[in-house]
């Protein structure tokens, strides 16, 4: 078995976790990009059916003790709270191909099935603009799980658009940085 991570197994409200970034030294790890996922089980309407802290050590008995893994994804991105699971400091296991090149953030829910929920959504767009803000990534080089070459289902889903989320993301990185200069926007 690999040498487990550890997890950080708190929640944040987008607020809290743009707080809780800030205080992050990326020093000794910094990611290229990141990669979007969907939970598909737990549904969303199942997540909030065990309390959060418990739902966390549950996924972390899961993957480290049943995958044998090292880590897990860095976020759990529900309706109501941002949860960091694997430290964002360190690499994760989320994506065959990039797990030592990328966040992994999975939202709650199953957008196969079911609709993509605004709420999961709103605060999936308020934890990528944190994170592309705290490294200076650009929306652009998201990734879709899917994506990747070693993947071989539908994830995040067929409902999730990566279009819409990453101008919704570029969106609320302008709305951070107002009245800053834009390159290229002729100011």
């Known amino acids: 078995m690999a040498q487990w991570k550890g997890i950080v197994g708190k929640s944040f409200t987008p607020a809290a976790f743009a707080a809780y970034v800030a205080q992050q030294k990326f020093d000794q790890w910094r990611p290229q990009f990141v990669v979007l996922h969907n939970t598909a089980s737990p549904k969303l309407a199942q997540w909030h059916s065990v309390p959060g802290e418990q739902r966390m050590k549950n996924l972390e008995d899961f993957y480290k003790n049943k995958q044998g893994w090292s880590a897990g994804p860095h976020l759990f991105v529900a309706d109501d709270l941002i949860w960091v699971f694997t430290p964002l400091t360190v690499t994760g296991v989320h994506s065959p191909s990039w797990n030592n090149v990328a966040w992994g953030v999975e939202m709650v829910g199953d957008y196969n099935s079911e609709p993509f929920d605004a709420g999961v959504r709103d605060n999936a767009v ?10 200076a990534l650009d929306p652009k080089t998201l990734r879709f799980h899917k994506e990747d070459p070693k993947t071989t289902h539908d994830c995040p889903g067929k409902n999730v658009v990566k279009d819409d989320v990453i101008t919704r993301v570029s969106a609320a990185l302008a709305g951070q940085h107002e009245g800053e200069h834009i390159p290229g926007a002729g100011n």
């Open 126 to 135: 308020a934890a990528l603009a944190t994170l592309h803000a705290a490294v």
